[in-house]
């Protein structure tokens, strides 16, 4: 993780919406290395979606953005105008959304909306443009490039349309790809498959990818590093192996807990999270999780906890001292 | 487990008939194509598959929200296939349904009192015992009874699936279709409601229906489980057998591509081919998954396999199942 | 929106809340209202007025605007600030009973047609189309000639033709609504469809139900003025703004303010009534309008 692709430092956003004030994301700081894939996971209103939308500035007008610092490839974003962010975004910069349809132009062929993005991003003739399109299709894995960019929108599935789309990300080589929640609305089978494509991409390209999910058996197979947010903060940040073996958090734990496994026995329970997420509009002044959490102290509801360190990599924002944390989960099993 | 069948259909169909340009009739959309089916009482039957593969259909088509294209239905031995819609109200106090988005629900402008009064007055409950009864599901269901007067938009998603699942128990339902009651929901509040569902279950004697793509929920909720791939059902076995040893190269390929919450548990790589999911208007004489399946023999292409018993209890519909396994 | 309720108190007003808000930070909105309001009460209580809009002075025919007649004298010099408030008196109410009966036909005919489907829709729906096919003013004009000429019969004409585009929204409308789940449970746990109508559909369909009644208030002003201006619509003494803007015709060069000030009353009612069905729409949706959708 020598050089960093993005460097972002206490992010906050906030929206103002009829006089109210909701505050989306309080505070995050996340790095992304070249080549690595980080998972960000929360549930709705969390603040994932937000957080990343931030970085390339695609939120809507009542939304105000506070940064020390985003950096994306040696330039710090918060400076740029929005002609220079153009640029990035698409160039360096490049997302995917869950809905493939509402991304694509319904009245255009794959095939010249492929070709358009890389004239513009590019500069290269028509002619290139057409024969760099077939191969991104190719490289995606759609059967009948050929036939392919002939077809609109809407002759294709959610599958392979989320594949044209994955194709049109990368025809520009980004050095990050931000993939917010991709598979959200495709089945299984495709989603394994689509999941299958980012890995072999970032292995092949070195692109740096921002993996935003609610779905934890997801990260676990395609993530490298992990940062799960929580009312608008990162509750904790690690490996995957150390989420998912060694978690710190009682947040982190207890969704581990919620997720039924293959191999769970009959007849046990699935160990629910009791509560509901906090407000946004009017955020408690302790740790977000504090109302849900099963090892609270008074000091929890009163100041946000500190982030510890417990490792190069792992971080976690909990009061509890690490081997408390760690008595505490010994007995607990999930997952596997 | 009762053995008492509750619900049996056979050669159930349901095909629907869109509308085309001019109002020319296109193909039919077999949505369920032939199925035959046992529910027992007290069980929770799984129904999985992807999306479009029908589950939905069946489900509504087995309560009898939709009107069957063929086949019958049995409820405790008697056909309810084509009752009139008279008989059917005997039919809705035991058969109820929780949908899958609870936004769309509950009807936004009524209060949580008045959509839980609505199946009440149905039944013809007396209005004064409305207000102790509401109390008494809200209860079951963990809501408040000062929840009453609150509108939908009051509630997160979990609550409002609770509102939905309190309505489906006012009236007492012995059957309940719940289709896919917790897609929409965050991880967390997804066991919440699961549990509540099994709670209930077993305080009230309920018989479930479940559909999900969701595989792991289904595993871990369901007695038997369905395997169902474009309007048939490909696979049927009890729970633990099925997920410890799938027989039809779907099911095989559906529990492969199950992200498992374990990272170094990573999934072998899947062999299936990236072939574009054959649509269920395709005119096709045999296996609806041949053109996926990496087995296939040239019987498979003009003949539709039927649902076998394979090992005891565990059904499946293909003509190589025993070659494969 | 999914997690501010945590622990929300029962909060009825949340609608008044939001409609309120919307006025506090819409200016437009807030003129509309002031304004529609204005227009009506004095509408409504001009006939306390002792003034008469119809008594002539022979000998102070077109006189500009002055301190005595504010708004001058037309050519028969009576008051022309007298005849502009009868006259919008004629408007409004022709306007509003108008709409009311457009409304009336056209919910009804759209939720009919949206909800039975099949044979009752495709008949509806061919009659609207016919209906819209004719030239909409010649169609008013000549039944207005087979009609009577009174108040009655121009409101029903205006309001019998002007609801074919209510019925055509208020249908798709409730095409839509109709596939909703909680419609789909009502139908299946048998529920009688007209108390489906009335309580599931209309409350669903009713922010439209606004919107198209202002627009369609607006829309019948328009009309009267225009029939009037064509001299088909309310006559003489009897006034409306279209009627004194056809008689100010004869009179552009000498008394243009006679054009100017019915002119710039209908542009302003039509506008506002078109502004404030935006705004009130807010009060008729149901989901709460706040900032935490979006996140």
């Not at chain 1, 197979?221 to 150390?242: I, S």
Request: proline share 5%; aromatic share 8%; charged share 20%.
């Amino acid at each position: 993780m020598s050089d960093k692709i993005l460097e972002v430092k206490s992010l906050k956003v906030f929206f103002k919406s009829r006089g109210k004030l909701v505050q989306a994301v309080r505070g995050i700081n996340i790095e992304v290395g070249r080549g690595e894939i980080v998972g960000i996971v929360g549930e709705s209103g969390s603040g994932k979606s937000v957080a990343v939308k931030a970085f390339t500035k695609l939120l809507p007008e009542n939304a105000y953005i506070d940064a020390d610092l985003i950096m994306s490839g040696g330039k710090n974003l918060l400076n740029l105008s929005e002609r220079e962010y153009r640029k990035i975004r698409g160039r360096d910069i490049a997302m995917i959304f869950q809905d493939p349809m509402t991304s694509l132009d319904p009245v255009i062929t794959i095939g010249r909306q492929l070709e358009e993005v890389i004239v513009r991003n590019q500069g290269t003739g028509r002619k290139q443009a057409q024969a760099k399109a077939l191969k991104m299709l190719e490289k995606v894995g759609i059967p009948y490039p050929q036939r392919c960019i002939k077809q609109y929108p809407h002759e294709l599935s959610g599958g392979m349309r989320q594949r044209v789309l994955i194709g049109m990300a990368l025809a520009c080589s980004p050095k990050l790809l931000i993939a917010d929640e991709p598979t959200t609305a495709l089945d299984v089978t495709i989603q394994a498959q689509i999941l299958d494509l980012i890995g072999d991409i970032v292995g092949e390209y070195g692109t740096s990818v921002i993996l935003i999910t609610h779905d934890l058996g997801v990260v676990a197979q395609t993530c490298m590093r992990v940062v799960v947010m929580y009312g608008g903060l990162v509750m904790e940040e690690g490996t995957v192996d150390e989420i998912f073996y060694t978690p710190m958090h009682p947040y982190t734990m207890a969704l581990l807990k919620a997720i039924p496994s293959i191999e769970m026995a009959d007849g046990s329970r699935l160990k629910s999270i009791e509560g509901f997420p906090p407000s946004l509009t009017n955020p408690p002044a302790g740790c977000p999780f504090a109302d849900r959490c099963s090892y609270t102290m008074d000091i929890c509801f009163k100041q946000i906890p500190d982030i510890k360190k417990y490792s190069s990599t792992h971080t976690s924002m909990c009061f509890l001292k690490g081997e408390d944390l760690k008595a505490a989960f010994a007995g607990e099993k999930y997952g596997k | 487990m009762e053995n008492e069948i509750l619900i049996l259909a056979q050669g159930l169909k349901k095909y629907f008939q869109p509308r085309g340009f001019f109002g020319l009739k296109n193909n039919f959309i077999k949505a369920v194509d032939d199925i035959s089916l046992e529910i027992y009482k007290g069980e929770t039957f799984g129904l999985v598959g992807e999306s479009g593969c029908g589950k939905s259909t069946l489900g509504r088509t087995l309560i009898r929200m939709y009107e069957p294209t063929g086949g019958s239905i049995f409820y405790k031995g008697e056909d309810i296939t084509h009752i009139k819609a008279s008989q059917l109200k005997m039919l809705e106090n035991r058969f109820q349904i929780i949908f899958q988005d609870p936004y769309m629900a509950l009807d936004p402008f009524w209060n949580v009192g008045e959509i839980l009064e609505e199946p009440l007055r149905r039944i013809g409950m007396d209005s004064g015992q409305w207000s102790n009864k509401i109390k008494d599901i809200l209860e079951k269901v963990g809501l408040g009874s000062d929840d009453v007067h609150k509108f939908p938009y009051e509630f997160s998603g979990g609550q409002r699936q609770r509102i939905g699942i309190a309505r489906a128990l006012a009236v007492n339902p012995e059957f309940i279709m719940c289709d896919e009651p917790i897609a929409a929901l965050d991880v967390s509040i997804q066991a919440q409601v699961v549990n509540l569902l099994q709670d209930l279950q077993e305080e009230l004697g309920l018989t479930y229906l479940f559909t999900a793509h969701d595989l792991s929920m289904v595993r871990y909720i369901s007695t038997r489980i369905g395997v169902m791939y474009l309007g048939r059902i490909v696979e049927k076995a009890k729970s633990r057998e099925l997920f410890k040893n799938p027989l039809h190269p779907y099911t095989k390929l559906l529990l492969s591509s199950i992200p498992l919450p374990d990272p170094k548990n990573a999934v072998k790589k899947r062999k299936f081919k990236s072939v574009q999911e054959a649509a269920l208007t395709d005119v096709m004489r045999g296996c609806n998954f041949a053109p996926r399946c990496e087995y296939k023999t040239e019987l498979c292409l003009c003949e539709v396999p039927i649902l076998r018993e394979l090992e005891a209890g565990h059904f499946v519909a293909c003509h190589n199942a025993k070659e494969i396994n | 929106m999914n997690s501010s309720n945590t622990k929300a108190k029962a909060k009825p007003g949340r609608r008044i809340e939001n409609l309120i808000w919307e006025f506090k930070n819409n200016k437009q909105a807030i003129f509309s209202l002031v304004y529609i309001s204005v227009i009506l009460l004095i509408s409504i209580f001009v006939v306390f007025s002792p003034n008469d809009p119809n008594a002539i002075d022979v000998t102070g025919k077109l006189k500009p605007p002055s301190s005595l007649h504010w708004f001058g004298t037309d050519d028969m010099g009576r008051d022309y600030f007298m005849r502009v408030l009868y006259g919008g008196r004629v408007s409004l109410l022709v306007g509003i009973l108008a709409m009311f009966t457009s409304i009336f036909i056209g919910v009804g005919a759209g939720m009919a047609s949206g909800y039975f489907g099949g044979i009752i829709d495709t008949v509806l729906m061919r009659f609207v189309d016919v209906l819209s096919s004719i030239p909409w003013i010649i169609m008013v004009m000549v039944i207005s000639m087979v009609f009577k000429k009174g108040l009655i019969s121009l409101i029903l004409v205006i309001g019998v033709l002007g609801w074919m585009e209510i019925a055509r929204l208020i249908r798709s409308e409730v095409l839509s609504v109709k596939e909703r789940d909680y419609i789909k449970y009502a139908v299946f746990i048998g529920v009688n469809p007209w108390r489906i109508m009335f309580t599931h559909i209309l409350p669903a369909v009713f922010p439209t139900v606004i919107t198209a009644s202002t627009a369609s208030i607006a829309s019948a002003i328009m009309v009267e003025s225009a029939l009037s201006f064509l001299g088909k619509g309310v006559s003489a003494p009897m006034s409306s703004w279209g009627s004194l803007l056809q008689s100010s015709q004869k009179f552009l060069q000498k008394a243009p303010y006679m054009a100017i000030i019915p002119g710039v009353f209908i542009i302003l009612t039509v506008f506002s009534f078109n502004k404030l069905g935006e705004v009130v729409r807010v009060f008729a949706e149901p989901r709460v309008i706040s900032g935490e959708e979006d996140v």
